[in-house]
DNA sequence: CTGATGACAGTAC
DNA sequence: AGTACTGCCATCA
């Protein structure tokens, strides 16, 4: 079935709901699954007016390298990096996810 | 439609 | 390795 056209908002958050848990994906990979490569300030944007409402993981998104961006809106990094210790994610010494371990792979989410 | 903004990314120093 | 600057793209006034 067809559907109607829709925005970049909601392929992202579609995007970003298919991330499993203890796994983490890059704004700009999230951004090339939206069908939009390179519109990673985009899907920051799009994440950051999410809502208290929404049961998006938007902690499974990260910056490149596996680190947390979100500093630049609040302390958000801490909750973030949080979650994603609670799910099993693994960081290094410099605070950088280990994305060799963790990066989600669209298509073999078998784990 | 033009301009400003921003949970980014890549390059330069 | 950390900071600064530029480029890209979608949303908002």
Redesign the pocket.
Known sequence: MKHAEE???ERVRRVVARVPRGRVA????V?ALAG???????????????GSDSDLP?WR?????G?I??S???R?AQI?RAALENEGVGFDG?GRIRMERHEWEPGAESD
């Open positions: 925005s970049f908002a890059t704004y700009g990979a951004a939009s490569p390179g519109a990673a300030r985009a899907v920051g944007s799009v994440l950051r007016a999410l938007w998104v990260v910056g490149a390298g680190r961006t979100t630049r809106v609040r958000t973030q410099s």
